[in-house]
């Protein structure tokens, strides 16, 4: 199992985003309301994130070249905990959106 | 009638470095990149170059440090705020390398456009850049050099990766 967390910015959020990526099948949990670190929480979300509990080697790489091919999606693996992976890249979750 | 509703990006950063906020800055960060490639030539094609052969590459960044304080001193200068020490010759650069994270402001195109965080994770003022600070009846803009290191793409990947927009 590869564990990676998807982050869609949410102006190029749209709702068939993890169908069209193949992903649909692997999330865990709900998304993600996401805002860099120094935001307030007024200042709303700026990403959502998808925990992605991905099989097989080769959804992973399809999955990959989704990312790389469409504009606004990070790719993030899953090493350490959500707080510690998002804090890395300067995010956190927004708990009151 | 509606406007033409350009997809430009603007809008101003803040910057953190080593989890620190360096303080208000002049002007745009500059961020800069460029591949490095050996020249193919061949006699029959005289000195045109034909082909490059693909050697990595490097990034750099530009800010102008407006702000006096100890994280902006430490930002320029990562040997110690105080600034008039260097450290013994024969330590590495990537010793001194701290992520720098770069945020756009909320509520403006480059939040909207992207990237809304870009976080270059080893970087340090540039070895050889020359911090030209002024003293004087003025403000005390600072410009720093970066330099940036990378991390491989992926485990046992050779492809270096030297920063994460989101």
Known sequence: MIDQLLLVRKFNSRSDLLEKAGMAGFTKGDPLNIMPDVWEDKDGVSHYGYILGIPK??????LQQFVKDNEGLTLLDMDTNITATLAAVGLRINESA | MTVINPAIPAGPYTFTWNGNDIGLTEGPARMQQSPFGLPVRATQWG?????YILRGGGYFAVIVVKEWTT???????????????????????SSYCQALVMTALANTPAATYGPVTRTYHYCATLPGHNLDIQAGPQERNVVVALGVLPQPNSGGSYKAKFFTDT
Do not use: A, C, H
Not at chain 2, 72 to 90: A, R, T, Y
């Open chain 1, 57 to 62: 080697l080769d959804d992973f790489n399809n």
């Open chain 2, 47 to 51: 000195d045109t170059i034909i082909d």
């Open chain 2, 71 to 93: 994280n902006s001193k430490l930002f320029m200068w990562p040997f110690g705020s105080n600034q008039g020490v260097i450290d013994e010759p024969g330590r590495l650069f």
